[in-house]
Structures are given as C-alpha cells and as structure tokens.
Nanobody, 124 residues
C-alpha cells in the first residue's frame, strides 16, 4: 500500500516562503520520479516541479522558475518543495505524486500515486 502524505501548507503573505514536505511509504522511493502539482479552484491541475530518481534532473514551468526548488532525500523517503517569493496566484492545493519513469518528468500521465494535498494560501 502506497501512501504519500503532504505537509507544510498554510497561509503566508505575498513575498513570503513556505516549505512543503511529502513523506512516502509503501514503495521503493528511489525508483520513482517525484512531482509537485497544484490545483486552484476552477482550474486544471498543473505540474509545478519534478525531480528524477536521484535528483540529477529537475523541471519547473516558467510560472515558478527561479522561485520554487524541488529536492529529495531518498534516505528519508521524502520530497520537498521550497517556495519563495510567493504570489497570490500561487494559491492552490498542492499535491505530491510519484512516477515510475525518470527520463520524462513532464509526462504527467505517468504519475501513478498521489497524496491528499495541502492547502497553500498567499495573501496580498
């Protein structure tokens, strides 16, 4: 049984920072690429960061590039998302997800396991 549990969300002022964590269990963590997605009310879920099996490759869309950093600690079965310079447009539920592929991080259809999400709200 695979579980992904996000934590670290909350309310922050514009320009502030948050660090999200996702703890994984029930899978060989290092054999999965990990991604962070977000979904705002009435909008599609989108990929905001992804990282390969051992962290050698990362992906960020232009909307967060330079502000968000994804990292992983395979010894702790945990992936992190450091979010700096937050904007109100970053307000969403953030989900972590696991994919068995590592070479194509943006192939979102390959993400197999999903967490329940954590709310991030950025006030202006």
């Amino acid at each position: 049984q695979v579980q992904l549990v996000e934590s670290g969300g909350g309310l922050v002022q514009a320009g502030g920072s948050l660090r999200l964590s996702c703890a994984a269990s029930g899978l060989t963590f290092s054999n999965y690429a990990m991604g962070w997605f977000r979904q705002a009310p009435g909008k599609e879920r989108v990929l905001v960061a992804a990282i390969s099996w051992h962290g050698s490759s990362t992906f960020y869309p232009d909307s967060v590039k330079g502000r968000f950093t994804i990292s992983r600690d395979n010894a702790k079965n945990t992936v992190y998302l450091q979010m700096n310079s937050l904007k109100p447009a970053d307000t969403a539920v953030y989900y972590c997800a696991a994919s068995p592929i590592s070479a194509r991080l943006i192939d979102t259809s390959m993400y197999r396991y999903w967490g329940q999400g954590t709310q991030v709200t950025v006030s202006s």
